[in-house]
């Protein structure tokens, strides 16, 4: 089965700690992004990436951080930077990069910070 | 700065009906419109793609408009059922990156 897949589900972590959050495919995608959702504010990109080994900012990249060693991976690091890390968060990906490419999303990770 | 505009307020329309969400972007000329539907708890799942030279897109029930004049895309439902019901997202596409809305609920209601 083709696909993408997030885990944990649920998350929950003490205020001043890091926190990864795990994104694979098997899609065999390029493109790979990280998106937060909050109540009423629709999806807000954190971090994309068009290849492996790159990787740019989205519109609130701040107090977050990313890497893309493998084409099927792009996990998602919440520092203790974030100052309000409660959120749905989204992985996805694409063929390529780009509006023309549908993106095929995960299950979401639900970070609740204590 | 570049803005995607949904009705924030739940459309809520009687089973059979066909329910009409809008869509409206300012200070962004989008080559691509993209619609996914979402449900509570989940990803998002990609429904239809239009072209800004498109003036019209359909899959099974669903149609999709983009005028790039009034700077809006409409997205319809027909014979609408309650499985239909759901948070529907617009997004223009960039370059590199895709924009999304807030999103609309719809509530079919039987």
């Known amino acids: 089965d083709g696909g993408i897949t997030q885990s944990p589900k649920y998350l929950f972590r003490k205020e001043g700690q890091n926190v990864t959050l795990s994104c694979e495919q098997n899609?065999?995608?390029?493109?790979m992004y990280w998106y937060r959702q909050d109540p009423g504010q629709g999806l807000r990109l954190i971090y994309y990436?068009?290849?492996?080994?790159?990787?740019q900012k989205g519109d609130i990249a701040e107090g977050y951080s990313v890497s893309r060693e493998k084409k099927e991976s792009f996990p998602l690091t919440v520092t203790s930077a974030q100052k309000n890390p409660t959120a749905f968060y989204l992985c996805?990906?694409?063929?390529?990069?780009?509006?023309?490419?549908?993106?095929?999303f995960g299950p979401g990770t639900r970070l609740t910070v204590l | 700065s570049q803005k995607i505009e949904q009705n924030s307020e739940a459309l809520n329309i009687q089973e059979g009906k066909t329910a009409t969400l809008t869509c409206n972007y300012t200070?962004?000329?989008?080559?691509?419109l993209q619609w996914y539907r979402q449900d509570p708890g989940r990803g998002p799942v990609f429904l239809l793609l239009?072209?800004?030279?498109?003036k019209e897109k359909r899959k099974e029930r669903l149609k999709v408009t983009f005028d790039t004049t009034l700077k809006q895309s409409l997205f319809h439902i027909t014979a609408s059922q309650p499985a239909d019901s759901a948070t529907y997202l617009c997004?223009?596409?960039?370059?590199?990156?895709?924009?999304f809305g807030t999103g609309t609920k719809l509530q079919v209601i039987p």
């Open positions: 239009i072209r800004e030279n498109e």
């Open positions: 200070n962004y000329s989008p080559a691509y």
């Open positions: 996805a990906s694409s063929i390529l990069a780009g509006g023309h490419n549908e993106q095929f």
């Open positions: 997004a223009f596409g960039g370059y590199q990156k895709v924009t």
């Open positions: 899609l065999n995608h390029d493109a």
């Open positions: 990436s068009q290849i492996v080994n790159d990787f």
